[in-house]
């Protein structure tokens, strides 16, 4: 039921991404990152508050976790903003999103915090799958391979003449690494 309600509410959310984006990963990358970054705040939060509330330790590893988790996540949007600006609409779009999507998680988590790490885990899995398509089309050439932006070379380490393909490279690891993270909370937290 749990696994169920998670796969149909990625399809319906990747369904809402291809039509809007289609093969603009740029514009589609800054977008869904707005979004990425909203679970790990609001499930690191949930979790210091319970934390709080219960006067018990032992949360500290979980919470960091997450709230790294979106971190991350925030800054892969300051990379791919400099490689896409988004139009009126788009912003528009974020606006919205963050408000709903953000309202509908800390629900959803409230009411079953596993089937909410469930659905962020395949919706990491898409984002792999998403940035191997992107990064499929600046290998052939159709998206130019443009310097990565200096902020992500310091934060990934990356050598000073790194491209884009580097890039995505590095946030598709980071990407696959929270899908990991997420199944493995899915299978039920210490507390
Ligand atoms: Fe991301
Ligand atoms: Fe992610």
Redesign the pocket.
């Known amino acids: 039921m749990r696994k169920i309600f998670a796969r149909s509410m990625t399809r319906f959310f990747r369904f809402v991404a291809d039509t809007f984006f289609a093969k603009r990963y740029g514009h589609r990358a800054v977008v869904?990152?707005t979004v990425?970054g909203v679970p790990g705040m609001v499930a690191g939060m949930l979790l210091h508050f319970t934390s709080l509330r219960k006067m018990k330790t032992g949360y500290g590893a979980t919470i960091r976790e997450l709230l790294s988790e979106a971190e991350?996540?925030r800054m892969?949007l300051m990379f791919f903003i400099e490689i896409a600006q988004p139009n009126f609409f788009e912003r528009m779009l974020v606006v919205i999103a963050q408000i709903s999507f953000g309202l509908f998680y800390l629900l959803l988590y409230l009411i079953d915090y596993k089937t909410a790490h469930k659905m962020i885990a395949y919706f990491e899995e898409e984002?792999v799958l998403s940035y191997t398509e992107y990064l499929a089309l600046v290998e052939s050439g159709v998206t130019e391979n443009v310097a990565a932006p200096k902020l992500a070379i310091d934060y990934y380490g990356m050598k000073p003449e790194a491209r884009l393909i580097d890039l995505i490279q590095h946030?598709r690891a980071?990407?696959q690494h929270?899908s990991e993270v997420n199944h493995r909370f899915a299978e039920g937290r210490d507390f």
């Open positions: 869904l990152e990425a991350n996540e892969h984002a946030v980071d990407e929270h």
